[in-house]
């Protein structure tokens, strides 16, 4: 058994992305009434990346960049190691060569290294080490801090792997650009940054935009670099490009069609379109498909994604969707004569209605779940076959594995193809919401258990009945098994503070960050919250007056 994605069953051939070069960059920061400023020039016209985009100043590295002299004369912290210290070296000599700052201390005072650094000699061919050198300075790499690191994404054809650092900008010194690869040097505050590209007057690319986006969290400079010294670790990021409504649009890997583009395009290609489709099949794998109800709402998002798997003359769907005509139809003509099994995750009516006109139309066998005694008298499901916990479909090539994941229904089931490493969650897990708990049928416990169930089994992607295709599974459960107990936790903290409440009270307090317009469905998860602590013995109701209380 793999948890690999079958290479035969993708939908473009391979290509390997251009070897990305190493390069540094570093964002000068200052204060000023409005936050922390950043320093940006313009790139030259003619260059052969990003040519005229607003930039930090940055390079590739030189291989003197990790010379004996340059470790000789820096200037570190032990937490920076060799490799750190050689990207930090050409983030430091970038910023002197493109606009005249040198980042360096000795004897001299502010004012008189301000006026070294106006002597050196900047050109391409001079030596910055030998001349700080002989100027008795050390380079001062100790005040460099490491903010973030990017790699150019896989389908251009010029990529660098760069490390962003941030740097206070040192006093009285005036940057001053080469007029050959730099012009313009320019302080903008992020928010005033991205304004200005928002209305076409700052061209600047992806990694710029995700960076002055970032920066915009922070009121003074001391916060960036408090908050980049004391980073655990340093986010790294290759983005994908996808089209959107036309165009090319490109997604870090915390953005929610990322995964998507990952699945489809793993080496980058720009093949993929995320527009969500009612009308058309949208391939995801050449045996695997999605087609989209045309039900987008609050509570389904886009849509509920049906999908289908198999080939031609050997299929099966998951999730026909409900009861509409026109997507019954659209599956019922993509699978011909061919469709063998409909399965359904759960019962609930965005997700098990169209199963029985798709059967009417294909004559296909209805498998799933029964729903039990506590769901939804009027969405009562009786399957043909009922899934049992492991009980294995075949379809074509394909081995799909039932799993009885219970908690958002007592009844769900995720199906996993073994082969590829595919985790079929229906509303078990949603790409860009958390599913809803609702007792009595819901159970919060059971809803854990099974996260903790399914962190176990092999999987590298999870596609959702919600949303797009999510990779790295596992980071992802992981993700979400904090995020309900963090939620538990401040379930528990408003009991404590109100020393009890009814729902009403305590959702305020335990969905403080959550649109007060969701409180309603809020209620619900935070009953199975409180059940969960009842059954833990960590909270009390009073049935008489509805009022729950620390145990």
Not at 144 to 166: C, G
Not at 184 to 207: D, K, M, Q, S, Y
Not at 464 to 489: N, Q, S
């Amino acid at each position: 058994m793999t948890a690999t994605v079958r290479p035969e069953k993708r939908l473009h051939p391979w290509q390997e992305p251009v070897a990305a070069r190493p390069a540094a960059t570093i964002l000068l920061l200052r204060d000023s009434g409005d936050g922390p400023q950043v320093l940006m020039t313009r790139r030259s016209n003619s260059a052969s990346f990003a040519p005229g985009a607003y930039v930090f100043p940055g390079g590739t590295l030189d291989a003197r960049d990790a010379s004996p002299l340059a470790r000789e004369l820096a200037l570190a912290r032990p937490d920076q190691d060799d490799e750190i210290l050689s990207f930090a070296t050409a983030a430091v000599r970038e910023a002197f060569e493109e606009l005249g700052i040198l980042l360096a201390r000795g004897r001299a005072d502010g004012t008189a290294l301000a006026q070294i650094a106006r002597s050196l000699d900047r050109s391409r061919n001079a030596d910055l080490f030998a001349q700080v050198a002989a100027h008795e300075l050390r380079l001062a790499l100790d005040e460099v801090h490491w903010f973030s690191h990017w790699i150019t994404d896989r389908d251009l054809p010029k990529r660098f792997d760069v490390r962003f650092f941030v740097a206070r900008m040192p006093a009285h010194q005036q940057p001053v650009a080469d007029e050959g690869e730099q012009f313009e040097p320019t302080w903008v505050t992020p928010a005033e940054g991205l304004a200005r590209h928002e209305e076409g007057r700052f061209n600047i690319i992806f990694p710029t935009i995700r960076t002055l986006r970032r920066l915009t969290r922070f009121g003074s400079v001391d916060e960036v670099l408090a908050h980049a010294s004391g980073q655990s670790r340093v986010s790294v990021s290759c983005p994908r490009g996808g089209w959107l409504r036309g165009r090319i649009e490109r997604f870090s890997e915390e953005e929610l069609p990322f995964g998507e583009l990952e699945l489809v395009t793993p080496d980058g290609g720009l093949h993929h379109s995320l527009d969500w489709q009612s009308e058309r099949v949208v391939p995801l794998l050449r045996h695997v498909h999605r087609l989209t109800a045309p039900n987008p709402g609050r509570m389904t998002g886009p849509g509920t994604n049906t999908y289908i798997v198999g080939t031609p003359g050997d299929w099966l769907v998951v999730d026909p969707g409900p009861d509409d005509a026109e997507h019954i139809d659209r599956i019922a003509a993509f699978v011909g004569d061919g469709l063998k099994t409909i399965v359904c995750t759960h019962a609930h009516p965005d997700h098990a209605p169209g199963a029985a006109p798709l059967q009417r139309l294909t004559g296909a066998r209805i498998v799933g779940r029964p729903s039990g005694p506590h769901f939804n008298p009027a969405w009562t499901f009786r399957p043909d076959e009922t899934l049992e916990d492991g009980a294995r479909l075949k379809v074509g090539d394909s081995t799909l594995r039932a799993l009885h994941t219970p908690g958002h229904a007592e009844h769900h089931v995720c199906l996993l193809l073994e082969e590829d490493g595919l985790l079929f969650s229906g509303d078990h897990i949603l790409n860009g919401s958390t599913t809803v708990v609702d007792p009595p049928d819901g159970d919060m416990r059971a809803y854990v258990a099974s996260l903790q169930r399914l962190a176990a089994e092999p999987f590298e992607f999870i596609l959702p009945a919600h949303g797009h295709v999510i990779a790295r599974a596992k980071t992802e459960i992981a993700r979400l098994i904090a995020h309900r107990m963090a939620r538990e936790a401040k379930v528990v903290d408003a009991l404590d503070r109100l020393g009890g409440g009814t729902l009403d009270e305590l959702v305020v307090l335990a969905y403080d960050d959550v649109d007060p317009l969701l409180h309603p469905v809020a209620r619900r998860s935070l009953t199975a919250h409180l059940l969960k602590l009842r059954d833990e013995r960590r909270a009390t109701l009073d049935d008489r007056s509805s009022r729950w209380k620390p145990a």
